[in-house]
DNA sequence: ATCCCTATTGAACACGTGATCAACGAGTGA
DNA sequence: TCACTCGTTGATCACGTGTTCAATAGGGAT
């Protein structure tokens, strides 16, 4: 049997549509097996054509990791903002929201993160893309904090409390965090206690003040997993992909 | 000129201090140029030494990947606990500790951190070794915030307030998430309050109860780096090693 | 049916990777 | 001084990497 690759392309496309399949075959390749796997050869394969027409298209293959990147955690920041809901206070939306990101399920996102973070040390092009992703990030987070104390009543009250952009920093690093560590299956036992910890120092009130059930728990899973357990053997690939 | 490698070991040495050098050569590149830098050949080199002989003492890189790890960050994780300061109390402590973390001065750690999650995904016996010093991290962090709140006056009334195990999570999770983004030179303009916000957040305690000076400001440098400013061109590596 | 533009290919280059193994020779004990 | 042990080397393998380029052939225009 093939790896899963994708079935053949016909041939002779018009450019773009040959240019938007190869972007579309890295950003799945690179969102199944990290970043390191975006090689000239790999991404052939997955679109169905040779190593030599990539090149031709993405002729630099450091820039070309970049604008993957870029693709990847632009389209995961949108889902993730527009999963906003209107109806349930800012509160409680940003704990959903903490709760979505600490999800392990987002791991493949999570391993093009920490890879950037390595790589885009000495990939200035990558870099560059890096800080200008985190910045977006921070913006929006910075809203939705500010717009939640806005909304707070015992917040309100006391404007110089909290600082919306410190704490988006804050919430930053704590979901990043969480992230990198859950790629080495190093994760606390209850994930839903440290989203409301982890809303309680972004908001800098104390933890009993957040509101215990943010999502009603839509699957069983209760134990979890231990921190220093072994998982089994190799675990293969994240099952879910980007799209 | 040569690059900057060791001098050439005389030859023949015995076993064991052969087995050193080359385990110290392998600690010094990954410490200068991360785990990735870690190839039989440039060990070989760093080593004066031929890449067959390191890779007779090392027969399976991927293995010997994991130890340096493990020896590079039990080092620091060392240097850094021992660092504790019994004259002055442990809020004060737990403080300077954070600061400490925080130091971009240790990107070369950080890097090597970063690197060990993506990595140890896919490598499994590294994967074990990452889980393995995080455990010994966090015990290292429960057990000085255990004492922390023992030794607060407020804290210690209200003993299910804070809760060390989670509270070391979200430490660990902040502080590395803070320690990535730095290595793309994201980085908060006033590290000290995040240091300050980072302990609230841990003791669940308001921050404007963290006390304001805890280092006394070593060195003159107050703006910092601003999120989105990119650094000069290459910054080369950092220039500070392990050791 | 023919032409011609160009998307696409096959092949090759130069390099770096981990790993293996017969052979060398320095140092030590006899 | 000899001989032997074993730390060390040089060479080589099979493979994977990015990149280049002349040559091919698909398919729309004529």
């Given at each position: 049997?093939?790896?899963?690759?994708r079935?053949?392309?016909?041939?002779?496309?018009?450019?773009?549509?040959?240019?938007?399949?190869?972007?579309?075959?890295?950003?799945?390749?690179a969102?199944?097996?990290?970043?390191?796997?975006?090689?000239?050869?790999?991404?052939?394969?997955?679109?169905?054509?040779?190593?030599?027409?990539?090149?031709?298209?993405?002729?630099?293959?450091?820039?070309?990791?970049?604008?993957?990147?870029?693709?990847?955690?632009?389209?995961?920041?949108?889902?993730?903002?527009?999963?906003?809901?209107?109806?349930?206070?800012?509160?409680?939306?940003?704990?959903?929201?903490?709760?979505?990101l600490?999800?392990d399920?987002?791991?493949?996102?999570?391993m093009?993160w920490?890879?950037?973070?390595?790589?885009?040390?000495?990939?200035?092009?990558?870099?560059?893309?890096?800080?200008?992703?985190?910045d977006?990030?921070?913006?929006?987070?910075?809203?939705?904090?500010?717009?939640?104390?806005?909304e707070?009543?015992?917040?309100?009250?006391?404007p110089?409390?909290?600082?919306?952009?410190?704490?988006?920093?804050?919430?930053?690093?704590?979901?990043?965090?969480?992230?990198?560590?859950?790629?080495?299956?190093?994760?606390?036992?209850?994930?839903?206690?440290?989203?409301?910890?982890?809303l309680?120092?972004?908001?800098?009130?104390?933890?009993?003040?957040?509101?215990?059930?943010?999502?009603?728990?839509?699957?069983?899973?209760?134990?979890?997993?231990?921190?220093?357990?072994?998982?089994?053997?190799?675990?293969?690939?994240?099952?879910?992909?980007?799209?």
């Amino acid at each position: 049997m093939e790896t899963t690759s994708r079935a053949a392309a016909p041939r002779r496309l018009p450019p773009e549509e040959r240019e938007r399949s190869i972007l579309d075959g890295a950003v799945a390749l690179a969102a199944e097996s990290g970043l390191e796997a975006l090689t000239v050869r790999a991404v052939a394969a997955r679109v169905g054509v040779t190593p030599a027409l990539v090149a031709h298209y993405r002729p630099v293959m450091e820039s070309f990791v970049a604008e993957v990147f870029t693709t990847i955690v632009a389209a995961e920041r949108d889902e993730v903002i527009a999963s906003y809901d209107p109806s349930v206070d800012l509160r409680t939306n940003l704990l959903r929201l903490i709760e979505t990101l600490l999800d392990d399920s987002r791991d493949d996102v999570a391993m093009v993160w920490v890879q950037s973070w390595a790589l885009g040390a000495r990939n200035e092009a990558l870099g560059t893309r890096v800080r200008t992703e985190m910045d977006l990030w921070h913006s929006a987070l910075e809203d939705l904090i500010a717009r939640a104390i806005v909304e707070d009543p015992v917040l309100r009250e006391d404007p110089l409390r909290v600082d919306p952009d410190s704490s988006a920093w804050m919430l930053l690093a704590m979901v990043d965090g969480m992230s990198a560590h859950s790629l080495v299956h190093w994760a606390p036992r209850d994930r839903a206690d440290l989203a409301r910890r982890t809303l309680s120092a972004v908001l800098d009130v104390p933890v009993r003040d957040v509101p215990m059930p943010a999502t009603p728990v839509p699957d069983a899973a209760q134990p979890a997993e231990h921190p220093a357990e072994h998982p089994a053997e190799h675990p293969a690939q994240p099952a879910e992909t980007l799209r």
